[in-house]
């Protein structure tokens, strides 16, 4: 894997602390201190306050072990869900991912649709069946 990119908002309504420390349980132990996170100020589209919060994770070790929490992580039910639709999370040798933020807040690893952390770990390889692969090798997928 060449890199990752993590992303998730700050609303209004959200304490942007909680929000780090969800991405930060997203991440491996070994790598909280290494990984800086951005931030950008951004306006919704009524006038709200957003953050944004993103960061690029390169590195052989850090990347794989990243997968590794994710892949221990999540439920066999989500790991099911996503091979059933794992053609529609596959791009050019992306994989995307939604974790609940929430549930990251609190040491748990879940896929969601509503306001996640959105991840998207880049593949040297292409292939749609390569990073299949690739993901059955770490676990993410049965």
């Given at each position: 894997?060449?890199y990752?990119e993590?992303?998730a908002?700050?609303?209004a309504?959200e304490?942007e602390?909680k929000?780090m420390?969800?991405l930060?349980?997203?991440?491996p132990t070994?790598?909280i201190?290494?990984?800086n996170?951005?931030k950008?100020?951004?306006?919704?589209?009524?006038?709200n306050?957003?953050v944004?919060?993103?960061a690029?994770i390169?590195?052989?070790?850090?990347?794989?072990?990243?997968l590794?929490?994710i892949?221990?992580?999540?439920?066999?039910?989500?790991?099911?869900?996503?091979?059933?639709?794992?053609q529609?999370?596959?791009?050019?040798?992306?994989?995307y991912?939604?974790?609940d933020?929430?549930?990251?807040?609190?040491?748990?690893?879940?896929?969601?649709?509503?306001?996640?952390?959105?991840?998207?770990?880049h593949?040297?390889k292409?292939?749609?069946e390569e990073?299949?692969?690739i993901?059955?090798e770490?676990?993410?997928?049965?």
């Amino acid at each position: 894997m060449a890199y990752v990119e993590m992303r998730a908002f700050a609303h209004a309504t959200e304490d942007e602390a909680k929000v780090m420390e969800a991405l930060h349980n997203t991440l491996p132990t070994e790598s909280i201190g290494t990984v800086n996170f951005g931030k950008t100020s951004l306006t919704g589209h009524y006038g709200n306050p957003i953050v944004l919060f993103e960061a690029r994770i390169k590195g052989r070790n850090t990347t794989q072990a990243l997968l590794h929490k994710i892949s221990s992580g999540l439920s066999i039910m989500d790991k099911q869900f996503l091979d059933s639709e794992i053609q529609q999370h596959i791009d050019k040798g992306n994989l995307y991912l939604r974790l609940d933020k929430q549930s990251a807040y609190t040491n748990e690893l879940k896929l969601c649709q509503i306001d996640p952390i959105r991840l998207r770990l880049h593949f040297k390889k292409h292939g749609t069946e390569e990073v299949v692969e690739i993901c059955r090798e770490f676990g993410l997928l049965p």
